[in-house]
């Protein structure tokens, strides 16, 4: 159980950098008139919902820990956390493929510099969560993995924004964008279908 413990602090700190993160976003779009950075701020509370919501599964399996009325299996609680997380990553990446195509349709100016600065801020927080989420088999379940991949799917889609960006500012390709995003959407729907069936398995009992 003490793996638990560790798991909790790990995904109290990448809630606590999300939530700083959408809120100096959320100011700074503001202030500067940036909207690139205000709807990138907006976008990371669900980011924060999210893992917000792995984290949850661990206070609630700690203070069920000393709950004697409570005669159940904790692990339940850290699997459908790991469910609920990979039905959100699931809707978040048809949403982006929505977006994607919005986009292509009706294109509109893209302040390159300013779209480069916002994604470069969000691999750059994803890779650190990343690294702080990373976990040995040993301490793995299936809530601290959903948090895991979640952080890694949105890493995967600031990667391909900035490769779609620059090659669309130096030799005017506007629909990689478009297509960078349904790339890392396909990827990140295999990622929740997977984490959806494993965790399903053991919500049901059944053998992994
Ligand atoms: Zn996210």
Known sequence: MNHIHTNEHKTMWVVIIAASTMVLEILFGISTGSMALLADGIHMGSHVFAIGLSWLA????RKLATNSAYKGNSQKILSLSGYT???????????????????????????FQEALIVACIGLGINILSAFMLHHSHEESDHSIRAAYIHVLADALTSLT???????????????????????????????????????????LDMKA
């Open 58 to 61: 661990y206070v609630i399996v």
């Open 85 to 111: 997380s990979g039905l959100l990553l699931l809707i978040f990446a048809l949403v982006i493929v929505y977006e994607a195509i919005q986009r292509y349709i009706h294109p509109s100016e893209i302040q």
């Open 161 to 203: 924004a900035i490769i779609a960006l620059i090659a669309a500012m130096l030799w005017n390709i506007l629909w990689l964008d478009a297509l960078g995003a349904i790339i890392s959407s396909l990827v990140i729907i295999m990622w929740s279908v997977s984490l959806l069936k494993q965790s399903g398995k053991d919500l």
